[in-house]
């Protein structure tokens, strides 16, 4: 199965990259992908909830961000390729602010 990238040619993968230099299957980079993520979400979530000098306002723009790179990137390359769930994610965007 050659993934979009890949058939570009010219951009290394960061799962080809693990695979050499641990010598796993494609499938085993998946779910070490997935622990990461799911292990830098704790983080993230934890950090959170501590106090810090960083104003509050400031660490919501960050994790929002997250949670869009999450959405966007969690069932393959929504940015590039965007299907039905992404055009629903974003539909299902409040059109008018909410004050």
């Known amino acids: 199965m ?10 290394a993968l960061g799962i080809e990259c693990y695979m050499k230099q641990y010598g796993v ?12 993520t799911m292990q830098a979400w704790i983080d993230i979530n934890q950090e959170c909830l501590k106090p810090t000098i960083v ?5 919501n723009r960050v994790l929002n961000l997250s949670r869009v790179m999450d959405i966007i ?11 039905k769930v992404m055009k629903n994610n974003i539909g ?8």
């Open 92 to 99: 299902s965007l409040p059109i008018d602010s909410i004050v």
């Open 25 to 36: 299957s494609m499938e085993q980079v998946y779910n070490e992908f997935h622990n990461q």
């Open 2 to 11: 050659l993934l979009f990238e890949q058939k570009r040619g010219h951009v």
């Open 55 to 59: 104003p509050m306002p400031l660490l």
């Open 73 to 83: 990137y969690k069932e393959g390359d929504g940015y590039t390729h965007v299907g």
